[in-house]
Each structure stands twice: as structure tokens, then as C-alpha cells.
């Protein structure tokens, strides 16, 4: 099994991860990784940390000897450029949409900046590196991960017409990661309407993983089911409110005949469907092809034009502390839901095949796919 840790502060010294459970022998680089922290950065209607101060880098310290995982934990650490959290006044006016009261009546503290520099999104920094790591296992089975926006401060793309290959070709070169030109002219004006007006916008991203093979997963157990882990982690990341597998909360609206995907089956091709509407999974398995999820994530809570609330320490009313804020971060939380998406499968992968080596995981997963296919 994979397990990790995270730690660190947004204005401390540095983010750190401790990955354990990634087979011995996986050719693993800095660069993957950092690519993947450059692409969290991105996006239009970001503040200007992320194309400033904060210039992601990732240092391996454990794990790899000659550029190859030996089977120990891997440590994975992310300098910060601005550390200045001894020297940050404190916060006294929790901020609504945080975590800020809750989290100082539950640790005793009146001063959330305790609080708000764990609970802020700069973690999501080192569940991406992660991630990588986790993005490099899969590749070596031919699975991929990727994410576009198909809804931001209330305009929708349809991008439905397209391959996921074209998408995934689009999105990568748009600014708000969306597959569909016209949908993010109008995104982008919304977001401009929204900085104006000292306000944020929310949206929904679809992350895909495609070659996902098929018995991923149990349905023995709650625990085991795939769907309630890969959606728990989903909604874990900050500002999550909402998760979606396949057709989400439309399944309510359709016939059981509109909705199930039909199954087929050809000689040299083995099982298959049409359509994808269950999002790849059924029963807490994964089904075989592409695995869909969607995640709605709120408008951003720290408005430039601050909210009302109550100070900790003298219960008078005031508006709320003004932290660094984007006008909207929804295409870097796809890419943080592409790797929280790529660990549960490839925690997935160790959990059905097994193997201590890249060598012996292949051989188990080789010899399980030809199983499917004599099937």
C-alpha cells in the first residue's frame, strides 16, 4: 500500500511530503515533479504570488539512489520563498468560508493565524508532488491523468463533441484549462467581473484517468469500495464541496434505461461499453476504460472586499482580515485533483498486484491483464 504525510506552513520554511510504499526501481527525476508544481501555479485569476514569490521547487531527499526509487520512504520537500510566518501579526478576525473559527475554538487559541497557515490551499503544493510520484507509477502501465474546467463563475463549456485526447491537448494550453475557446472568453470576463467587484468565483473540473484496467478496487467492504475513496480524497482538497462519479447527481433525473452503460463484447477487443456514464466504476470496481469525477469547488473565501465577523478577542464586530486571495483558482485544483486521483489508483494498483519491485509489479499486472483477455 501507499501511504503519505504531509507537513508545513504556509509562510513556514518549507512544505514537506513522506511518500511510503513505492516500489524499488522506478526512474524518478526533480523535473517531473516540478513540472507538475509549475502547472498548479497557473491559471488566470491567480494573485501574483503565484507568478512571483512562489516558484515551486522540489527537493528529493530520501528514497532514490542514481535517480531510481530502492523502496523506502521518499521525502519530498518544497522551500518556501516567503517565510516570514514568526513575523506575521496575528489574526483575530476569522474570516468566513475558512477555517478559522472552527479551528481556534477547537486548538484554545485566539490568534487563527495557528490555524489558517495549515489550513491554507499552499498545502495542496506537496499532495501534487505526490502525485508526480504517483503519475510516474502509473505511466509505466500506460494510465494517464488529466483535468479541464467545464464550469467557472457560472458559464459552462461543452467540450462533449471531443476526444479526451483532444481535450487534454486543449486544456493544457488554456489559460483556465477548458477544452472549449468560446465558454472561456466568458469565463475570463466573469472573472474580470469579479476582481472588480472585489469578489471571487467558484466552478467544477472534470478529472479523467484513462487505460484504468478493470477489477480496481472491491465491493466487499465500504472501505474498499474505490468510488468512496477516490471521492473522500477528492473532497479532502481545499474549497471542495462537492463530488461527482460519472453522471453524479443526474442519475436522479434519467430512466435506469438512459443511464447504464450496456455491455459488448467483440473477439480481440474482450468487454466493453459505448458510453461512460457510470465514470468508470461500478459496484466500488473500476470497470475498464476511462475513469470520470467531477469536483465543484466553492468561490474562494478571502474577498478583497472583506466579509463581516466578530473579533476573537473583544466579540465587537468587524470586518474580516484580508489574507492574499486569487479572484478564482478552479484549473489549479484540477491539476491537485489529477494527483490526489493518480495516488488512490496507483495505491489501487499495489493493492491488487502487489510487488516490491517495478520488475515484479509489471509481471503480476502482465500476467492478470492476459487473464482478462482469456476470460
Known amino acids: 500500500m501507499l501511504r503519505y504525510l504531509t507537513a508545513g506552513e504556509s509562510h513556514g520554511l518549507c512544505l514537506t511530503a513522506i511518500l511510503e510504499g513505492v516500489p524499488s526501481g522506478l526512474k524518478l527525476e526533480p523535473g517531473s515533479v516540478d513540472r507538475e508544481l509549475k502547472r498548479r501555479q ?5 494573485g501574483a504570488r503565484m507568478t512571483s514569490i512562489e516558484v515551486d521547487r522540489v527537493e ?14 521518499i521525502t519530498l520537500r518544497i522551500p518556501n520563498r516567503d517565510q516570514s510566518i514568526e513575523k506575521l501579526p496575528p489574526v483575530t478576525r476569522p474570516r468566513p468560508g475558512h477555517a478559522d473559527l472552527g479551528g481556534a475554538l477547537k486548538y484554545n487559541t485566539l490568534d487563527a493565524r495557528n490555524i489558517l497557515e495549515r489550513a491554507s490551499a499552499r498545502e495542496t503544493a506537496a499532495r501534487v508532488a505526490v502525485g508526480a510520484v504517483a503519475k510516474r507509477l502509473l505511466s509505466e502501465f500506460g494510465v494517464e491523468c488529466f483535468s479541464h474546467v467545464v464550469r467557472l463563475g457560472g458559464v ?15 486544456a493544457e494550453v488554456s489559460p483556465l484549462r477548458c477544452a472549449d ?11 474580470d467581473r469579479a476582481k472588480r467587484a472585489g469578489d471571487t468565483v467558484g466552478g467544477t473540473v472534470e478529472v479523467v484517468a484513462l487505460n484504468v484496467p478493470p477489477g480496481l478496487g472491491s465491493h466487499v467492504h465500504y472501505d474498499r469500495k474505490l468510488d468512496g475513496r477516490i471521492a473522500g480524497a477528492l473532497m479532502s482538497i481545499q474549497a471542495i464541496k462537492a463530488v461527482e462519479i460519472g453522471e453524479g447527481v443526474n442519475v436522479s433525473n434519467l430512466f435506469g434505461s438512459q443511464l447504464h452503460d450496456q455491455i459488448y463484447y467483440s473477439k480481440g477487443k474482450g468487454f466493453y461499453r459505448k458510453t461512460h456514464r457510470a465514470g468508470g466504476l461500478e459496484g466500488g470496481i473500476t470497470i475498464g476504460g476511462p475513469l470520470i469525477a467531477r469536483i465543484h469547488m466553492k468561490p474562494l473565501s478571502t474577498l478583497r472586499k472583506p466579509m ?4 476573537l478577542e473583544t466579540k465587537k464586530p468587524f470586518q474580516a482580515t484580508v489574507e492574499r486571495s486569487d479572484v478564482s483558482a478552479v484549473p489549479a485544483a484540477g491539476v491537485v ?4 486521483l493518480a495516488f488512490e489508483l496507483a495505491n489501487a494498483f499495489l493493492e491488487k498486484f502487489g510487488g516490491d519491485s517495478l520488475g515484479e509489479l509489471k509481471r503480476n499486472v502482465q500476467g492478470y491483464l492476459r487473464q482478462v483477455e482469456r476470460f
Not at 475557446?181 to 472573472?191: D, F, P
Request: hydrophobic letters at 40%; proline letters at 4%; zero cysteines.
Open 337 to 340: 485533483a489529477e494527483g490526489v
Open 181 to 191: 475557446a468560446r465558454a472561456e472568453e466568458r469565463m475570463i470576463r466573469a472573472i
Open 60 to 73: 528529493i531527499l530520501s528514497g532514490l539512489r542514481f535517480g531510481r526509487t530502492i523502496g523506502s520512504p
Open 156 to 170: 459552462d463549456a461543452k467540450p462533449q463533441a471531443l476526444s479526451f485526447q483532444r481535450i487534454r491537448s486543449r
Open 42 to 46: 497557473l491559471g488566470y485569476g491567480r
Open 308 to 311: 463581516m465577523s466578530v473579533d
